[in-house]
């Protein structure tokens, strides 16, 4: 039975999940230099039309479709077939199963979007199209398919994830180590300097995500009800609080507070909330956000000690806040909160805990290995990064024959 | 004639602008520079790294004066660009063969 309410908030969610990946371009194209500006939001941008098509023909059906194992999606549903404009039984009953479908692949899209942080100012812009096409098939659709789709095994498990926080956060920060690992790092790495070039850009990218955040968030709850104003709500006292714990503790470590790191911090606290939006109170979102913004800051940090050129922070946002994030739900879960979640630690469950353990690991396993070797195939095939010239002139020019700025 | 060319800190620009119109300077060339003296640099710090920045940003102004008026110009210039902190800058001096007014086709002083 369709409800109108709820097929209005879904699609108007839609939309807003939609509009943050050119918000996450924006955020990333500030954080790189003038040269690759362009290539930075490209790289995001045309994944909303690429992975759009790969959804709509089969991604969809594999993330979604009749269960095969536990493991995926059949591809009854290729091209749509059979999801129309009544609900379907198993998803979001109160709303068309198409504008279930649009909501999923607005998911679907920012996801690889957001690996492509990692790599950015040194991809090569036609091996990046290859590597979405295969990550959107065979990393992401099988994990969405375990955590959210009908007869999926993490679901069955009694994972608790919301909105996303194994899916889009963990699977893309894993993805993203794997990444850095195999892509060299890029010229001058260590001895010349990596400067944003235009962080009011990026602070708007960040307003853009927030906002659109409610969307995924609260969307999450696929009906406009208590559950969504709660999620709406927890998702916001995150952002919020993580904005101010990670500004403090730059503050502290390095005396200045920057609009990069209050940026950064509100992005972590999005991503921390975003597995327990649902199933916690304010109050322990405001833990959630706060411990966020301060481990997040850590794990960037940690980076320059490792070694490794993620160049826009994947890893430490989005694989350390994820990973935090779902580890939290296991902890401050409540069915106080949402009776069809389950408690956490706190709320004398501890068995929740040690099952948001086993799905984070399995994300993390899965992703990682699986991106590795498809980063390793394409590398040997066709190559990673563009050559050494084309580094040094910028991606801008040498891969899309234009210039961001022109003075 | 001479060619002054100072390099002073941004903000202090209004000022040193002001002093040279009350001696009736009759104009100057101002651009947005950036380099190191002395001073080095300064650290900028992003997500917690800090970058050296070698060059700094500077104001390079230019005018152009009769021979009589460079020690007051240049004393202007001293006097209001100074802030007593590193990095205040520098003024050089030096000599100018010619100068042509393009649109009357006056040349040496009266150019000026």
């Not at chain 1, 198993?90 to 068309?96: L, V």
């Not at chain 1, 010229?187 to 001895?191: A, D, L, N």
């Not at chain 1, 999450?220 to 406009?224: G, K």
């Not at chain 2, 802030?83 to 990095?87: A, D, E, H, N, P």
């Given at each position: 039975m369709i409800n109108g309410g709820d097929t209005a908030f879904i699609l108007f969610s839609s939309a807003l999940v939609m509009f943050m990946t050119p918000g996450l371009a924006l955020f990333y194209g500030g954080m790189v230099r003038s040269k690759n500006v362009l290539a930075t939001i490209m790289q995001s941008f045309i994944i909303i039309g690429l992975v759009t098509v790969i959804w709509v023909l089969w991604g969809y059906s594999l993330a979604f479709g009749p269960d095969v194992g536990g493991i995926v999606g059949s591809l009854?549903?290729?091209?749509?077939?059979?999801?129309?404009l009544s609900p379907s039984p198993?998803?979001?009953?109160?709303?068309?199963h198409q504008a279930f479908m649009i909501f999923q692949c607005m998911f679907a899209v920012i996801t690889p979007a957001l690996i492509t942080g990692a790599f950015a100012?040194?991809?090569k812009f036609s091996s990046l199209m290859v590597f979405i096409v295969l990550w959107s098939t065979l990393v992401y659709a099988p994990l969405a398919h375990w955590v959210w789709?009908?007869?999926g095994w993490l679901g069955k498990l009694g994972a608790l994830d919301f909105a996303g926080g194994t899916v889009v956060h963990i699977s893309s920060g894993v993805s993203a180590l794997a990444a850095v690992l195999i892509i060299a790092k890029r010229?001058?790495?260590?001895?010349e300097q990596f400067i944003p070039h235009n962080l009011p850009m990026t602070i708007t990218g960040t307003a853009i995500l927030w906002f659109g955040w409610f969307g995924f968030n609260a969307g999450?709850?696929?009906?406009?009800d208590g559950l969504a104003a709660g999620a709406f709500v927890t998702t916001h006292v995150a952002a919020a609080t993580a904005s101010l714990t990670w500004l403090f503790a730059e503050w502290i470590l390095h005396d200045k507070p920057t609009t990069l790191g209050a940026a950064s911090g509100a992005v972590a606290g999005l991503v921390a909330i975003t597995p327990a939006a649902g199933f916690v109170s304010p109050i322990s979102a405001l833990i959630i956000g706060g411990l966020a913004g301060i481990i997040c800051y850590m794990g960037v940090l940690a980076k320059s000690k490792l070694g490794y050129d993620d160049s826009l922070d994947v890893v430490g946002i989005h694989g350390v806040g994820g990973t935090w994030g779902a580890l939290a739900t296991g902890l401050f879960a409540s069915t106080a909160v949402n009776p069809g979640g389950a408690d956490g630690l706190f709320y004398g469950n501890p068995g929740q805990l040690w099952i948001q353990f086993l799905s984070v690991v399995a994300t993390i396993v899965f992703a990682f290995v699986m991106t590795f070797i498809i980063l390793k195939l394409l590398d040997a095939i066709m190559g990673l990064k563009v050559s050494d010239e084309e580094e040094v002139r910028g991606l801008d020019i040498t891969q899309h024959s234009e210039a961001g700025y022109s003075l | 004639m001479k060619k002054i060319e100072a390099i002073i800190k941004p903000f202090k620009l209004d000022e040193v602008k002001e002093g040279l119109m009350e001696i009736d300077v009759k104009g100057m060339t101002v651009t947005e520079v950036k380099g190191f003296g002395r001073q080095k640099g300064h650290t900028e710090i992003y997500r917690g790294a800090e970058y050296r920045v070698d060059f700094v940003p500077k104001i390079k102004i230019e005018v152009i004066v009769p021979a009589e008026l460079v020690s007051q110009a240049v004393k202007i210039i001293e006097e209001r660009a100074k802030?007593?902190?590193?990095?205040d800058g520098k003024i050089f001096v030096s000599s100018l063969e010619e100068a042509i007014r393009?649109?009357?086709g006056e040349s040496g002083k009266e150019a000026i």
């Open positions: 009854s549903w290729f091209g749509l077939r059979g999801v129309g198993d998803y979001a009953t109160t709303i068309p100012e040194r991809m789709g009908s007869g010229k001058g790495y260590g001895r999450s709850a696929l009906a406009s | 802030t007593g902190q590193i990095g393009i649109r009357t």
